[in-house]
């Protein structure tokens, strides 16, 4: 099993930034992508960035610009920088981890955003 731990969600204002962190443990042997994914109420889970083990990123197009992921594989932490935060943005934000084909997710963490 994959324990993980997320950190740096909060209030903030519209036009303000977050940077969230996720820190993986346990049976951690070769762990393929990290990311961040969100949920905002009645609307279905969505990715927001991830990157892999080799260092590709994908991010989504609301995300694109304004995010910035990254990862320190030594460590089995990802980091998701968020700038010009947006109303819209409000969510759980859970992180993402892909080890051998078998997902784990966080608890998530609160992120809204004021307008």
């Known amino acids: 099993q994959v324990q993980l731990v997320e950190s740096g969600g909060g209030l903030v204002q519209a036009g303000g930034s977050l940077r969230l962190s996720c820190v993986a443990s346990?049976?951690?042997?070769?762990?393929?992508?990290m990311g961040w994914y969100r949920q905002a109420p009645g609307k279905q889970r969505e990715l927001v960035a991830e990157i892999t083990s080799w260092g590709a990123t994908k991010y989504a197009d609301s995300a694109r610009g304004r995010a910035t992921i990254s990862r320190d594989s030594a460590k089995n932490t990802v980091h998701l920088q968020m700038n010009s935060l947006k109303p819209d943005d409000t969510a759980v934000y859970y992180c993402?981890?892909?080890?051998?084909?078998?997902?784990?997710w966080g608890q998530g963490t609160q992120v809204t955003v004021s307008s």
């Open positions: 993402h981890v892909r080890q051998v084909g078998t997902d784990y």
């Open positions: 346990g049976s951690i042997f070769s762990i393929n992508v």
